[in-house]
């Protein structure tokens, strides 16, 4: 959990919940401090900023409240669909289904299902998939709306039964680029955010120029309270000057895009470093101990390299 919230941001649930940062999902944190005589602090409210997407510079986390939903049985979930497009319209549709109980809505571009391994008789030759997972009395929903939209269910298993034995977000999310990081290591990605007021639109503006290139794989989201998705699509790294010549489509097509291929805090684009967000690091940790460097200009470390900082990153920090 500590870990989650020092250094993740949105994940497995963000479908129906939102982003880590949305108000009400981390109700409290309980740090100890790195003074000369470490304390305790409850941080609450605002402040929880602060803390949160901080990697560990504010404080060791000891203790966090979240509130907890109510525990289903939930049922995995496989989708095929003939075209890509098929497959974010009807995981945007799905994701928008306020009576549907869902967990996971991942649509995936056919080039990235050949590094599925277990998954792959579920996922037919040349078909993009939606990867869900949905509560059990919600499981006819899923099946019906798939239908009407043209997809056809290839999988169904209870949670972890499937023919991975693992649960299915193991192939969501971040984890998508790790199946194919195994099968050439190459493999890196890209972060981006599309429009919530015309999310299909600019999805297949950017499937169209840069999907050769740029394999799609999106995860349906809350973002600000609306429907939307968010790319992690895959590339086959070639240079820094690719993930620049990327990053800058992505971004004319009409996304935000993040940096996950930086060192420094600042550089990722989800997170805003203000007096607040250092005063805060300089109260906790008045010795630079905890992750020395992390924000650039605050505690320079000898040595230290950004990465390919320096690529743009619009990012969505507020
Ligand atoms: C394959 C893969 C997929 C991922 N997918 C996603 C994703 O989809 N969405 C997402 O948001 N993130 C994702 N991440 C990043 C993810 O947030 C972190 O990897 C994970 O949540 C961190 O948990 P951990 O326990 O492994 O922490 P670590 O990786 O050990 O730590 C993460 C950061 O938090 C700090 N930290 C750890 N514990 C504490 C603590 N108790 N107090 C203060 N600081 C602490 C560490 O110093 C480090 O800076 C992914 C990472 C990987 C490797």
């Known amino acids: 959990m500590g870990g989650f919230i020092a250094g993740g941001h949105a994940e497995v649930g963000s479908v129906t919940w939102g982003i ?28 929880i900023e602060t803390v949160h997407h901080a990697y560990g510079g504010n404080g060791i986390i000891i203790e966090v409240e979240m509130p907890l939903a109510r525990a289903e049985a939930w049922v995995e979930c496989v ?24 967990k996971l809505v ?35 929903a899923l099946r019906d709306l798939a239908a009407e939209m043209g997809g056809t269910v290839t999988l169904e298993a209870a949670e972890g039964e499937g023919p991975d034995q693992v649960p299915l977000y193991e192939y969501a999310w971040g984890h998508t680029h790790f199946q194919a990081i195994k099968a050439d290591r190459r493999h890196t990605y890209l972060i981006c955010i599309f429009p919530s007021h015309e999310t299909l639109e600019t999805i297949t503006r950017v499937e169209a120029e840069l999907g050769e290139e ?5 995860e349906c989201v809350r973002f600000a309270g609306r429907p939307t998705a968010q790319g ?12 620049a010549r990327l990053t800058a489509a992505l971004e004319r097509l009409g996304c935000k895009v993040a940096n996950g291929h930086t060192y420094f805090l600042q550089n990722g684009g989800m997170k805003r470093i203000d007096e607040a967000q ?3 690091r300089r109260e906790t940790d008045p010795f630079s101990l905890l992750n020395p460097g992390k924000i650039a200009g605050v505690d320079e470390v000898a040595g230290a390299e950004g990465g390919a900082a320096d690529l743009p990153a619009s990012g969505w920090a507020y």
């Open 20 to 47: 880590l940062r949305d108000p009400g999902n981390i109700l409290a944190i309980r740090i100890l401090t790195a003074e000369e005589e470490p304390r305790v602090r409850e941080i609450t409210g605002p402040a």
């Open 79 to 102: 989708v095929a669909f003939a075209t890509f497009a098929d497959a974010p319209r009807f995981g945007l549709a799905f994701a928008s289904a306020d009576g549907i109980v869902k």
């Open 106 to 140: 991942s649509p995936i571009a056919a080039p990235l299902t050949r590094f599925f391994g277990p998954l792959r008789p579920a996922c037919p030759e040349g078909t993009a998939i939606v990867l869900a997972m949905v509560a059990e009395p919600s499981l006819a």
């Open 214 to 218: 740029l394999w799609m794989h999106l």
């Open 232 to 243: 992690v699509p895959v590339l086959l790294y070639e240079g820094r000057e690719q993930l």
């Open 278 to 280: 250092i005063a805060f």
